[in-house]
Each structure stands twice: as C-alpha cells, then as structure tokens.
C-alpha cells in the first residue's frame, strides 16, 4: 500500500491565521482526499483533489476556506483559512490504493492535529 | 437519503469474541470498508465486502448481507492491542465512502 507523510504532524495557532497542510504519497495516484475528524466523531471528507483540475467540495465546505492544490499525481495541500477554534480538529489525507484489488480502499495519512486558540 | 449506524462503544474481555454490527440505507452501494483507528492515529484498512457473506482475515471476519443493509465485523481471541474504534463505511452509487461514527471497543483483561 502507499506510504503517505503528512506536515506538520500538530500546530497551535492563533484565531484568523492561515495554515498550509502538505501531503505527500511514495507512489503517483490520481485521487487524493481531504477530511476532517473532530474529538470522538467520525470522518468527514472536506474535498477530492485531481491533479491538473480543481478540487471538488463537499457540502457546507468552500474554497475560499479551504483552498487545495495539487501540483502533481505525489503531492497536494490543504490550507485552512481565517481559522476559528471550530476549526480545531485532526485533518486527514487518503489515497485510494488501486493495488487492493476491486476494494479501492483509502489508505491515510497520519494526520495534522490542530488546536486554534 | 443514506444513513449508517454502529453501535458508540463495546466492552469485552481479552481472549473472548467480540461483534461489532453496522447497518447501513442507502440508494446505490459499492462495497462496505471496516477500518480500526488507534486512539490518535489514522484509520487503517481491515477489511472489504461487496458480496453477501463472510471474508474471514485471521482472527478478524467481516459479514455483509445487502439486502438487510447489515455487516458486521467479529474479532476472535481478542488482544489488549485490538482496544480502538472501528468504523464501517459503505461506498455509495457516487463512489464516495459514507463513514459511520465509530464504534469504541474497550477490552478489558
């Protein structure tokens, strides 16, 4: 399965400041994703992200608060914009693993923990 | 609409067999994913069914039956180290992975 690296690993950040999540996969895939899961709740996904082509977001999540690149088939980023402390949570990136088969199973990375004060 | 349940939390003890049940509504589906996620870390893939029955991986097995909208997943001869949650997640006609919230498994010796 793909390796997947996350930065930074955690942050502590002040409220109206912006923060550039990075994530990088050892293999090229097409599509990657970004979510976020909240102390003790489940994983909701934020956007999928296609190399050469804008992001595709989920309902109740824009743009402009969450712009994403993805420069290439290895690499994307999540900017969280303006934050809030509803924006601390744990965020998340997951490739799909086209190597298991029929399943297409999301493989993760370790996660950025974010704490907005 | 879509929805998916699992139970918050289960406790059992260690060396015991442990169900943890997950059921699911929806229009379209493309295959039901369990995952267990270690407290502070990412969700790791266990498992994959698409077909009604049984795929058994070790001391882990999944279920799926679709016409009741029902899977579960069986833990045997549990470990102190299989204490996490574990979320199901189906695949619907959109092939976006729709997460139940987890269920939190306590083992206790």
């Known amino acids: 399965s793909a390796v997947i690296s996350q930065k930074p690993s955690r942050d502590i950040c002040q409220r109206g400041t912006s923060l550039t999540i990075q994530c990088q996969v050892d293999s090229q895939v097409t599509m990657m994703f970004w979510y976020r899961q909240q102390p003790g709740q489940s994983l909701t996904l934020i956007a999928t992200?296609?190399?050469?082509?804008?992001?595709?977001?989920e309902s109740g999540f824009v743009i402009d608060k969450f712009p994403i690149s993805r420069p290439n088939l290895t690499f994307s980023t999540l900017t969280v914009s303006n934050m809030s402390p509803e924006d601390s949570s744990i965020y998340l990136c997951?490739?799909?693993?086209?190597?298991?088969?029929?399943?297409?199973?999301?493989?993760f990375g370790p996660g950025t923990r974010l704490l907005v004060l | 609409g879509q929805n998916i349940d699992q139970p918050t939390e289960m406790t059992a003890t260690e060396g015991a067999i442990v169900q943890i049940n997950c059921t699911y509504q929806t229009s379209g589906f493309n295959g039901l994913f369990w995952y267990q996620q270690h407290a502070g870390e990412a969700p790791t893939f266990l498992s994959y069914n698409v077909l009604d029955g049984l795929e058994e991986k070790g001391r882990f097995s999944s279920f799926l039956s679709r016409s009741k909208g029902y899977s579960y997943l069986l833990l045997k001869e549990l470990q102190m180290k299989d204490s996490a949650s574990y979320l199901c997640?189906?695949?619907?006609?959109?092939?976006?992975?729709?997460w139940g919230a987890g269920t939190k498994l306590i083992i206790k010796p």
């Open positions: 997640a189906f695949r619907d006609s959109n092939y976006q992975l729709i």
């Open positions: 992200a296609n190399q050469g082509s804008e992001a595709t977001y």
């Open positions: 997951s490739v799909e693993d086209v190597g298991q088969g029929d399943s297409r199973a999301q493989y």
